[in-house]
């Protein structure tokens, strides 16, 4: 890391200052906003498709587009809170996604809703986030990096497991309209003492159109592909779903992605060539720690997004438990999730960053193993209390190194650029995350349930041929309630009914299985990655 003032004009290691509370609070709220909406829109489609007269589909489609926005751009983002000054692209992100969060309270229908939460707030994370990562390097010398980046990181995360809850608890008890215009208050609240943080001025730069524009296409066929995998195929098309030259869309979208990304490359390798500025430097890939941290950030945000979309469906679908029951069982992950990210740079600030980020990686697989092992027929709430201790250790450890360890890979005058390179990072990992574990575990329910009624000789052979028939376009995953209603209109008898239940009870502890068990292959695979990361914490003297 450069020492004095950078090329940015930025001081690289600022004096510790009283305010650093207040400025590591506004920072921290930037971050849990941006991850709060879809985990509240998550528990709360049912309610807001209704409200909204529109269908679970339509909610689904609202919540893939935010996803898609905020993805696309942030690498743009990044660019251009490097040319306006990063406290001020922080601002006017907070304006716009303020703005979103209002239109989205008010929303009378979807179309109104897909403008203000699924543009407009999109628009504005895609500013506000890589903001946070230059702000944070502006704001807080390099020995008190890690434990800052720690709790902004943490303040996310804690969203995620925070949003079940509290929008379980405001639909129940009011309406989800006040979780978005309760963040209006806070982005209101967060710019009234905005001018508290140190700024990082702008840089003498200029954003390449073209880049921009083969940046977001490429990002967002990548994304929506990745988002569009469990109900297209990945590879092979759905039976319902469409077709391009015989094959699923979404591995044409990768692919193309991909292709768009490489000549995204290229252009920037022209750009320098030429002496102009491009809109991400190459050069940053080639940079050993940074690309560790950034791959450590995928990986921790695959897991987390398969955990989080595996735990809910077995405590609100197997069990049956409310949204605010489902929230109260998870909230054990975010008290630990903040006490590491808090706790180790404050104990142990001179720690192996390394070292913490593996022990980070095994106490989330023993976490997701020991909830591999309890998803039997007697298993209960209980059983994720102890797993969700150790995510919540894990996911604290790596918060409290990984963003000091991507910025303090390069010069502060690059903080932004990093930003959007590793804000890409986290929405392609969680992207993809979601989506591997649903399609894994839909998958497996599916074959499951398939081998369970075929197998069944209380469930007549007529049934077995229908089922068969039926279930080629994917089992979803029901609660017993709701799969017997269900059943109850076909006119079947009750012993054909309770052998069909009992089958999907079966093959869906089955599917949970396995999905937590491939969650937990792909924390085992990030341990590979961990050679990159520094051995010396950030801000430690050689």
Request: net charge neutral; glycine share 10%.
């Amino acid at each position: 890391m450069s020492t004095g003032r950078d090329s940015g004009g930025v001081d690289s290691a600022p004096d510790s200052r009283s305010g650093s509370a207040l400025i590591l609070a506004v920072l921290a709220s930037g971050q849990f906003l941006m991850t709060l909406d879809s985990s509240v829109m998550n528990v709360s489609m049912a309610t807001v498709a209704q409200d909204l007269d529109t269908t679970i589909t339509g909610i689904q489609t609202a919540i893939t587009l935010y996803t898609l926005v905020m993805a696309s751009l942030m690498i743009t983002g990044g660019k251009i809170g490097a040319a306006l000054g990063r406290r001020r692209a922080f601002g006017i992100g907070l304006v716009i996604y303020g703005v979103g969060s209002l239109v989205t309270g008010l929303a009378p229908n979807l179309p109104i809703l897909l403008v203000g939460w699924s543009l407009l707030e999109g628009i504005g994370a895609a500013l506000i986030m890589p903001a946070i990562v230059s702000l944070v390097a502006a704001n807080f010398p390099p020995e008190r990096r890690a434990a800052a980046y720690g709790l902004v990181a943490a303040a996310g995360a804690m969203a995620v497991a925070v949003g079940p809850l509290l929008g379980g608890a405001v639909t129940t008890f009011a309406s989800w309209r006040y979780v978005f215009f309760g963040e209006v208050v806070v982005v209101a609240l967060i710019l009234l003492v905005l001018r508290r943080v140190r700024d990082v001025p702008p840089s003498p730069v200029s954003i390449d159109v073209p880049s921009a524009i083969l940046s977001v296409a490429g990002l967002a066929m990548i994304v929506y592909g990745v988002l569009r995998s469990s109900e297209w195929g990945w590879v092979l098309a759905s039976p319902s779903g469409p077709q391009v030259i015989g094959m699923s869309p979404v591995i044409w979208l990768v692919l193309g992605g991909l292709l768009v990304l490489y000549l995204l490359m290229r252009r920037q390798h022209a750009l320098i060539g030429k002496g102009r500025d491009p809109l991400v430097d190459p050069a940053l890939f080639e940079n050993r720690q940074l690309t560790g941290g950034v791959t450590m950030f995928f990986a921790q945000f695959a897991v987390q997004a398969g955990v989080f979309f595996a735990v809910p469906l077995f405590l609100s679908v197997v069990l049956e438990l409310s949204a605010l029951e489902t929230g109260v069982r998870i909230l054990p992950l975010s008290i630990a999730l903040v006490l590491a990210a808090a706790g180790i740079p404050k104990l142990r600030p001179h720690a192996n960053p390394r070292r913490v980020v593996r022990l980070g990686l095994a106490s989330m697989i023993v976490g997701i193993t020991i909830l591999t092992a309890g998803m039997d027929p007697g298993a209960n709430a209980a059983v994720v209390a102890i797993p969700m201790l150790f995510m919540g250790l894990g996911l604290g450890a790596l918060s409290s190194q990984l963003g000091a360890i991507t910025v303090s890979a390069v010069p502060d005058a690059q903080s932004a650029e990093v930003g959007g390179v590793q804000n890409t990072a986290t929405n392609l990992g969680a992207s993809l995350g979601t989506a591997l574990i649903g399609s894994i575990l839909i998958a497996t329910l599916t074959t499951s349930v398939a081998g369970g009624i075929e197998d069944n000789p209380e469930i007549p052979a007529s049934v077995q041929q229908q089922a068969t028939t039926q279930i080629t376009n994917g089992v979803p995953f029901l609660s017993n309630t709701e799969l017997d209603n269900a059943l109850v209109t076909t006119g079947l008898d009750e012993p054909t009914r309770d052998a069909v239940v009992a089958v999907n009870s079966d093959a869906r502890l089955e599917a949970l299985q396995v999905a937590f068990a491939a969650t937990a292959l792909i924390a085992v695979a990030a341990l590979f990655g961990t050679g990159r990361l520094p051995t010396r914490a950030v801000g430690s003297e050689p």
